[in-house]
């Protein structure tokens, strides 16, 4: 496969059959789709991105005023993280807004004062985190309905995954910004800057800008790893074509179905800029069980947990799990 391994979904028009069945078939052969239609305005990100980078201009004396801890909130310094335990720590740094209020888009945790001094950066902040979260929900509407979720007691099958989404329940959602640093090495154990992961969640939102690309998928259709382009917009005065992939809870729901598929972030020797992106992780209520949809098309899988006698586990158990893998808690 060549060019680019992912297919664009314009979900302008939410209720559309094809749609529902576009953004299920890339789904389910490659786990990571560009969606257009996303509401998202170029200026809003390049706001975010300007914010981003600016925080990752303070000092570090003052980042580490605020550092990550086992809550999944704050700064997270070089070298902290381990996505793939068996390579070295991935160079890069990050910001995580998590414990997030779903009715107002605080999130808590030890977030820096920097989030908060500024009026119309806290409240712009809040509402990027708002819009991603809708945006979110509604795929996941538009799955329920391709996937043909059964109705049931506890409501309309479309509802059968945003009825685990409360708005004032804890999740582990998360707004992350992160900041690869280009460097000048011809050492090529320095180009993975992401090791090889599966996402935590159910499903990730990724902003990317052009000439800084980097992600990778280890693709389930050719078997191996394939860069990710940056895609522009077609639209005028709109963001371009959003990155969004499935994460380890929609995978254990649909018995390995939809593919949360492994995917690193890799430079080049020749990347000349650093890397910024803007990542938005959606999870479900804390309590949430990892129990299959009730779906005829997955009637005859024996996928990702749904083995008979299964004691399913929660989204925050699994979240815990991952997170103790990655930083060593």
């Known amino acids: 496969m060549s ?23 890339a789904m389910v052969s490659q786990g990571f789709v560009f969606i257009d239609g996303h509401k998202f305005e ?8 300007d914010l981003s980078k600016e925080f990752f201009e303070l000092p570090l004396e003052y980042k580490q005023n605020f ?11 070089f070298n902290r993280e381990n996505l793939d335990p068996s390579q070295k720590r991935d160079f890069k740094e990050g910001l995580n807004f998590s414990g997030i209020d779903f009715t107002t888009g605080e999130p808590s945790g030890p977030v820096p004062k920097w989030f908060t001094e500024d009026a119309e950066r806290h409240k712009f902040i809040k509402g990027t985190i708002l819009k991603l979260n809708r945006l979110a929900l509604d795929l996941l509407l538009i799955l329920a309905r391709s996937l043909e979720i059964q109705d049931s007691e ?32 011809n050492d090529e154990s320095s180009e993975v800057r992401a090791g090889a992961h599966t996402d935590y969640g159910s499903m990730t939102l990724l902003f990317q800008k052009e000439h800084q690309e980097g992600l990778e998928i ?41 593919k ?26 804390d309590e949430t069980l990892l129990e299959p949809v009730p779906s005829e098309l997955l009637k005859d899988r024996t996928g990702r947990g749904v083995a008979k006698d ?9 979240l815990q799990k991952k997170i103790s893998n990655t930083y060593g808690y």
Do not use: C
Request: proline residues 8%.
């Open 67 to 77: 550092p990550f801890d086992n809550t999944n909130s704050g700064y997270i310094q």
């Open 218 to 258: 280890y693709s389930p259709v050719s078997k191996k790893w394939e860069k990710v382009p940056f895609v522009a917009s077609t639209k005028p005065d709109m963001a371009p074509p959003i990155i969004v992939n499935i994460g380890d809870l929609l995978s254990y729901w649909t018995a390995g179905l939809l």
């Open 42 to 49: 170029a200026g809003e990100v390049d706001k975010i991105f």
């Open 154 to 185: 506890e409501g309309p099958g479309i509802e059968w995954f945003t009825s685990r989404y409360k708005p004032t329940s804890t999740s582990g959602s998360t707004l992350r910004f992160l900041h690869y640093p280009a460097q000048n090495t």
């Open 3 to 25: 060019g680019n391994p992912l297919t664009t979904v314009d979900i302008s028009n939410l209720e559309d059959p094809k749609v529902s069945k576009e953004l299920l078939d």
């Open 260 to 285: 949360s598929t492994i995917h690193r972030v890799k430079f080049s020797n020749s990347q000349a800029e650093d890397r910024y992106s803007i990542v938005f992780f959606s999870h479900p209520s």
């Open 310 to 318: 299964t004691e399913y586990i929660t989204a925050l158990q699994h």
